[in-house]
């Protein structure tokens, strides 16, 4: 397995608390290491921003950003800016990887 790709995932997030440690458990138990995982609370109005906030002080690579009042119109606009990645995937807040999914998608 190649390790030197480094991967950034994408994950916007709007009242997804039904789903939500699901999707980010898939994501952080992955067996090809991620290098940054950006969050993005999109002004969410249940239990979303504290489960995102619990995963991005638990770890060092996810970052939390929170958008209010949809200032965010499309999250594809940002991640040109913000991705540090060889690769970048992008994961909705309901859906789940399984645990090889980046590792397949890297080799």
Do not use: H
């Not at 994501?27 to 619990?54: A, C, G, H, M, R």
């Amino acid at each position: 397995m190649d390790l030197n790709k480094k991967i950034t995932v994408y994950m916007q997030a709007y009242n997804a608390e039904k789903y939500l440690r699901q999707c980010l458990d898939s994501v952080v138990n992955q067996t090809y290491p991620i290098n940054q995982f950006i969050l993005v609370n999109d002004n969410s109005k249940d239990n979303t921003k504290k489960i995102l906030e619990e995963y991005s002080s638990k770890y060092d690579y996810i970052t939390l950003m929170s958008y209010d009042n949809n200032k965010l119109t499309r999250y594809m606009d940002i991640i040109p800016e913000i991705a540090e990645g060889d690769y970048l995937t992008i994961i909705d807040a309901d859906d789940w990887w399984e645990p090889d999914y980046l590792e397949k998608m890297v080799s």
